[in-house]
């Protein structure tokens, strides 16, 4: 054998008898979105330590890797873990322990529904969750008088679908000592003469549920456990909880110090001064899990409860502007504490006049500032000149609320105004990213109908027909890169997830369609197969009989 064959001969040798690597966990023969820079897709994961660490085909990852753990998708699409923008992760479990009013079609239902659950779970106060007048044929506030008859001495709380409002009954009221002559900035309650009707709208909530007692920390946890199943039954692996209290981010971070919540969570920190005193001392607060560097407030309340702040009156109620819930002395002095901060600022603002205050105001604290990612929750209703001034604040959008509040939208609004509502296109346009969420519970958890809502533009009736302002749909891309990538870069997490790419957390989802190609009507009724945070796998589908 010539010299340089016989060289070239060992070479082979070893190389074939090279070890091969190891690999916690190896995904096999599937169908994967990376979602990176290029919207790339590949055949196969290798994950160690939680971090991805190859990508690339089945064939070269089989041969270099092996793993007590592999899993052979037969060609299932894999995309990264979902990420919801805003949403409230901690209520979604209270309310699970709550009365569900969701769907009801009139005040009768949800008196049953309130009579139904306190049967079964004998409560010494009542909360409940997701009326909504706009749905029933009397489409009037609700009163309290059935209540008061037939719960006298409990207490009941129940929320509008959206949170804007409330209905108490009078043994709730009592505990605060209503009257014709209190006062509330922000907010408003609904009299009739010198009673209250019960139904109390944006702060006015606050005077009844401050007199209520504190929740303990077992129903906390409960809570947040309950969340976290539903969540990651849908491949939710991040959440942005949009308004949590000290307390409330104390008890996820110890829960996911000991392993039990699995589900990361970016943490808007509630607004109020209190707050801003004891983190902006401390200063952001990041692990691997919790990310606390962003704070929530609000700039006017909800359209459904025509407590959005418009810049002329509501078409359905001349005269009728909506409610600023902060003043603009108290959003600039948030703003500019929070301008000289690391801390991110994401306020709530639906009405035209509300967002276009935000802006100006966010403009003016950020005055020099880079990179600062600060972002407008909602953005719903804004003024044809104001489109521009996303270029540098980002809007954070919930397509869903477009689907469920075109049926009356145009009636609070008009025809002229609702051309720049639920405009998430344009919006993505003037700033190259768009966050997309639930804002559950307010709509449902399940990111397939954000993903459907965002491309198609209907609901699941398929109203109305060709779609809502198609101008303003997103693409597939667009959306699942909202949904997962963008999701990840406003929360200034872009290096360490959002995409499958080496050195990022093996956050990703198994789904059972191909949700880039499947017809956008099949969408809906997708199913995530397996989700996995950190290559555990903390859900898989239940297997049919």
């Not at 009768?108 to 004998?122: N, T, W």
Request: charged share 25%; proline share 4%.
């Amino acid at each position: 054998m010539p010299f340089r064959f016989y060289f070239l001969f060992v070479f082979l040798i070893n190389f074939s008898c090279e070890k091969k690597e190891h690999a916690d966990l190896l995904i096999l023969d599937a169908n994967i979105y990376t979602v990176d820079e290029n919207f790339s897709k590949a055949g196969a994961i290798a994950v160690k330590d939680g971090k991805i660490v190859e990508v690339g085909s089945t064939d070269v990852i089989r041969a270099k890797y092996e793993s007590d753990n592999a899993l052979e998708l037969e060609g299932k699409t894999v995309v990264p873990g979902f990420i919801d923008s805003h949403c409230h992760f901690y209520n979604l479990g209270f309310g699970l322990n709550s009365v569900n009013l969701v769907g009801t079609k009139s005040l009768d239902e949800v008196v049953e529904r309130v009579v139904s659950f306190q049967k079964e779970h004998y409560k010494s106060i009542i909360y409940g969750r997701g009326w909504d007048q706009n749905d029933w044929e009397d489409k009037e506030f609700p009163t309290n008088e059935k209540l008061n008859e037939l719960f006298p001495d409990t207490p009941i709380a129940l929320k509008r679908i959206d949170g804007h409002a409330a209905l108490f009954n009078e043994a709730a009221i009592r505990l605060a000592n209503i009257t014709k002559d209190t006062k509330i900035n922000g907010g408003e309650i609904l009299f009739n003469g010198d009673r209250p009707t019960g139904v109390f709208i944006d702060n006015a909530q606050g005077l009844v549920y401050s007199k209520f007692p504190s929740g303990d920390v077992s129903e906390a946890i409960s809570s947040l456990m309950d969340a976290q199943d539903m969540c990651l039954s849908y491949g939710l692996t991040t959440v942005d909880d949009a308004g949590l209290s000290p307390f409330e981010i104390g008890i996820i971070d110890s829960l996911q110090k000991v392993g039990e919540l699995k589900i990361r969570v970016y943490a808007m920190v509630s607004a109020n001064r209190k707050n801003l005193d004891y983190y902006l001392e401390r200063g952001p607060y990041k692990t691997d899990k919790l990310n606390v560097r962003s704070f929530k407030a609000y700039g006017d309340g909800a359209l459904g409860s025509r407590g959005a702040l418009l810049r002329e009156p509501y078409s359905d109620l001349p005269g009728h502007y909506g409610l600023a819930v902060t003043s603009l002395d108290t959003l600039t002095y948030i703003a500019n504490r929070l301008g000289n901060s690391e801390f991110q600022m994401n306020t709530h603002a639906i009405g035209d006049s509300a967002n276009h205050a935000l802006l100006n105001i966010y403009k003016e604290a950020l005055e020099g500032s880079e990179d600062r990612r600060w972002r407008i929750e909602h953005a719903q209703i804004v003024s044809p000149e104001d489109f521009k001034e996303f270029n540098d604040i980002i809007p954070s959008v919930q397509p869903t609320h477009a689907t469920s509040d075109m049926y009356w939208a145009e009636d609070r609004v008009g025809s002229e105004r609702i051309k720049g509502a639920y405009a998430n296109k344009y919006l993505l346009n003037a700033n190259g990213v768009v966050a997309l969420g639930t804002d559950f519970p307010v709509e449902q958890v399940n990111p397939f109908l954000t993903f459907y809502a965002a491309v198609a533009r209907q609901d699941l009736e398929n109203y109305p027909d060709g779609g809502f302002q198609m101008e303003n749909a997103l693409t597939r891309e667009e959306t699942l890169k909202g949904m997962t990538i963008w999701g990840a870069f406003v929360n200034f997490e872009e290096t360490e997830k959002g995409s499958i790419e080496v050195g990022k957390f093996a956050d990703f989802i198994v789904l059972d369609k191909n949700i880039m190609e499947v017809p956008i009507d099949e969408v809906p009724s997708m199913e995530v197969d397996k989700t996995f945070i950190a290559g555990e796998l903390v859900y898989e589908l239940p297997r049919k009989e």
